[in-house]
């Protein structure tokens, strides 16, 4: 009895709750055509349009760590793409996206979470791993994995060059899988220039769509302490400054995150093998 009472009240206000939700989209509509002079279906075109409208530097969500991943983690992942995919059509100069690795679970995690995601306006969405999709641009050097160990920190993006973030969620218990698996590889790497431009109170655990923001956020500022500082969660304790004289070693997870060799049921040379850009973070939230 007890739970049925729950549920009606729950539906109740989850009723109010989307016409308040409504409401408030009626009025950042209006706020918006008076402050800007465009209308909604003006904005609708223009966002519609991100794709035409993107800048040559090729974003890759290797999307190849299903195996890695339980159902929960696969969920956070599909809110972070779509995070990312959200702010990217909304910028005046996105970046082009692409997505490799969709198949199996992961495809299903897709269809639950963004059921429409096979008609978002980016440039690939393929169940390939990134290594057969972009066969060519690795081939010919224009790709680089961004890894948080890396020792080649990006001074800037390259027009026509590719970019791979790793799709893997995890509590840090893979650290250092992709690079590792980028030198298997035998891919270039890359890391965002934290050190060289702030300090951070914790450990430097970005979630993946957090990684893209700063991206896209440097693309647009041409400043990576701008783009550091505007998408770094504030409880992080991000700060302007150098950091590189900080102990690169402070973390109390250190020998207990060595990797054992069968972490994944792919192994190194399976098609499952996959990259990330920095330490990901499975407790990502939207709101900063």
């Known amino acids: 009895m007890k739970k049925l009472k729950r549920k009606a009240k729950f539906e109740e206000q989850k009723a109010k709750r989307r016409l ?165 590889r035998g891919l270039p790497t890359g890391r965002l220039p934290i050190d060289e431009h702030i300090k951070m109170d914790s450990r430097r655990v970005l979630a993946v769509s957090h990684v893209f923001e700063i991206l896209l956020a440097f693309q647009e500022t041409g400043s990576w302490q701008e783009a550091l500082i505007s998408v770094i969660p504030q409880r992080k304790g991000a700060q302007l400054g150098d950091a590189q004289h900080w102990d690169q070693n402070d973390d109390s997870e250190t020998e207990n995150n060595s990797i054992p060799e069968d972490i994944c049921s792919g192994s190194l040379n399976s098609p499952s093998d996959g990259g990330t850009v920095i330490e990901t973070n499975s407790d990502y939230k939207e709101t900063k």
Request: aromatic fraction near 8%; proline fraction near 2%.
């Open 20 to 184: 308040k939700d409504k409401e408030k989209n009626r009025e950042k509509i209006r706020n918006m055509k008076a402050t800007t002079g465009i209308s909604n279906n003006e904005r609708r075109k223009w966002l519609s349009a991100s794709k035409e409208r993107s800048v040559d530097i090729n974003i890759i969500f290797d999307i190849s760590f299903v195996e890695c991943m339980n159902t929960a983690e696969r969920a956070k992942l599909v809110k972070q793409i779509a995070r990312c995919y959200s702010v990217n059509r909304a910028s005046n100069t996105p970046l082009k996206m692409h997505l490799s690795g969709i198949e199996g679970e992961m495809e299903l995690a897709m269809n639950a979470g963004q059921p429409g995601y096979s008609n978002w306006q980016i440039h690939t969405i393929s169940p390939l791993h990134f290594f057969d999709c972009f066969k060519a641009q690795i081939e010919a050097g224009d790709v680089t994995y961004l890894a948080a160990e890396s020792e080649c920190s990006l001074s800037q993006l390259e027009f026509s060059k590719y970019y791979v973030i790793g799709g893997l969620v995890d509590h840090n218990s893979r650290k250092g899988l992709c690079y590792r698996l980028a030198q298997e």
